[in-house]
């Protein structure tokens, strides 16, 4: 069994950062090969792409709506995938979903396999 471990969610203030962590850990999981993303769902909305980090570490892949805010890293030591998130803005309000995918690169989630429970991030004055 995989279990995908979300942390670092919470309330910020406009133009402010937060971190987010995923653990991933699991019998027969090698994370090392799997590429990791981030996805987030606003309440009443649907489940939107983030960001994808191969295995490689190589061109990793950001919604337009966060380049330039958003850089996703791994650390294939700690099987750990980080999303660091910079001059949030109160439309990044959402749940934030770590998943893991088999795929060389993947943007979409009907290709990510496995999924974390998802944190909250709230983005508000």
């Known amino acids: 069994q995989v279990q995908l471990v979300e942390s670092g969610g919470g309330l910020v203030q406009p133009g402010g950062a937060l971190r987010l962590s995923c653990a991933a850990a699991?019998?027969?999981?090698?994370?090392?090969?799997?590429?990791m993303g981030w996805f987030r769902q606003a309440p009443g909305e649907e489940r939107d792409f983030v960001s994808a980090i191969s295995w490689s570490d190589e061109s990793p892949r950001y919604a337009n709506s966060v380049k330039g805010r958003f850089t996703i890293s791994r650390d294939n030591t700690r099987n750990t995938v980080y999303l660091q998130m910079n001059n949030l803005k109160p439309e990044d309000t959402a749940t934030y979903y770590c998943?893991?995918?088999?795929?060389?690169?993947?943007?979409?989630?009907?290709?990510?396999?496995?999924w974390g429970q998802g944190l909250q991030v709230a983005v508000s004055s």
């Open positions: 998943a893991a995918s088999t795929y060389t690169m993947a943007t979409v989630g009907r290709v990510y396999y496995f």
């Open positions: 699991g019998r027969d999981f090698d994370f090392n090969i799997h590429t």
